[in-house]
């Protein structure tokens, strides 16, 4: 069974910093998702990452794969208040009769002035 | 862009009504999924299905059906409601194995 885990699950953190969260997966997977909710909204598409070393940026917010290491971080450069959200990862296993995504805990965000 | 069209953001219902939520995807996509998501217990899969008339169970499928006449809809049917169901549900869909999920915009249940 595919397990996705994301730390930290709470993060407080003040604006202008910098800060990591992480997904870590426990099975063989080249596909990994990132997604973000605004309190009481749904969640939106950020980041799909397809392959080893495979890096996507926007705006204050980079997310990257390795593969090897079953790992994924999202990055936040110089946070805003706006940034204040819950994220989630979604993995998809190489197995291809899993047709469903297996998505972390989230990692609530909030930003503090 | 995909757009994933739930019929109703917010609900209130009686316990014992029959409930139906209603999911709509417009970009003809194969897969689609009902999550249930409770403060503190993340997304959880409810059923899914992979085409017309096929579903399967998610993790928590107990006093929920679902049905899929056509592919583009997709719905969710609470027999019986119960005050253990009000949440928030989310309905999704995707190209296919392994694609990633686009999202409707929720619909909060409240149980009464």
């Known amino acids: 069974e595919l397990k996705v885990e994301q730390n930290p699950l709470f993060l407080s953190m003040q604006e202008g910093k910098n800060y990591t969260i992480y997904c870590n997966y426990s099975?063989?997977?080249?596909?990994l998702y990132w997604y973000r909710q605004d309190p009481g909204k749904s969640l939106e598409s950020l980041f799909v990452l397809l392959s080893n070393g495979a890096v996507k940026q926007e705006g204050r917010l980079m997310a990257s794969l390795d593969t090897k290491a079953r790992l994924s971080t999202l990055h936040i450069t110089a946070a805003v208040h706006d940034l204040s959200a819950t994220y989630f990862c979604a993995v998809a296993p190489r197995l291809r009769s899993a047709r469903q995504l297996t998505f972390g805990s989230g990692t609530q965000l909030t930003v503090l002035p | 862009d995909v757009k994933v069209t739930q019929s109703s953001r917010y609900l209130v219902k009686r316990t014992g009504e029959k409930v139906f939520l209603e999911c709509v995807q417009d970009?003809?996509?194969?897969?689609m999924f009902w999550y249930r998501q409770d403060p503190g217990l993340g997304l959880r899969l409810i059923y899914f299905?992979?085409?017309?008339?096929m579903k399967e169970k998610g993790d928590i499928p107990e006093g929920y059906s679902v049905s899929r006449e056509k592919k583009e809809r997709f719905s969710l049917i609470l027999e019986s409601a119960s005050t253990n169901q009000t949440s928030m549900y989310l309905c999704?869909?995707?190209?296919?194995w392994g694609y990633g999920y686009t999202f409707g915009s929720g619909t909060r249940l409240t149980v009464v």
């Open positions: 999704a869909s995707s190209r296919g």
């Open positions: 099975t063989t997977s080249d596909r």
């Open positions: 970009m003809d996509h194969e897969n």
């Open positions: 299905s992979y085409d017309v008339k």
